[in-house]
């Protein structure tokens, strides 16, 4: 007998198991990994926008967030803008720990978007920064 339905006819979301089956995880890092994973690939993490879409507060977001991150499922690059531009922060999430050599390559891909972007115009408006360290 089916005792798990699920609705894959319309708006689903697909991950691998490795993290709903992972003993090592909160039920809270393993819900805002769901969340975190719910959306298009484009979309960058906020705390503040995040803690929006549930009843736990921004220090619950956060320490899911940072459970998350030492498990290996959030990796940060942090790229200088240039001298007194700041730091910008680019996240990276995965539905499994994201190995050293993935990371190296994702990177490589950020850098490579980022060397689009004008570091003399000082209007780094259309790049997202990120509030998370």
């Not at 290996?72 to 942090?78: A, D, S």
């Not at 999430?93 to 972007?117: A, R």
Request: proline share 2%; net charge neutral.
């Amino acid at each position: 007998m089916q005792h798990i339905v699920r609705n894959l006819h319309g708006n689903y979301l697909q991950m691998n198991n490795h993290s709903a089956q992972n003993d090592e995880l909160s039920l809270q890092a393993k819900g805002l990994l769901m969340v975190l994973m719910s959306n298009q690939d484009t979309w960058k993490p906020y705390i503040d926008e995040i803690s929006k879409r549930s009843k736990n507060g921004r220090d619950a977001h956060r320490t899911a967030y940072e459970e998350l991150k030492q498990a290996g499922y959030i990796r940060i690059y942090k790229k200088s803008l240039g001298r007194g531009k700041g730091i910008l922060r680019e996240p990276l999430v995965m539905d499994k720990p994201i190995t050293d050599s993935y990371f190296e390559y994702w990177k490589s891909q950020v850098d490579k978007e980022l060397s689009t972007v004008s570091t003399d115009d000082k209007d780094f408006s259309s790049l997202q920064l990120t509030d998370f360290s």
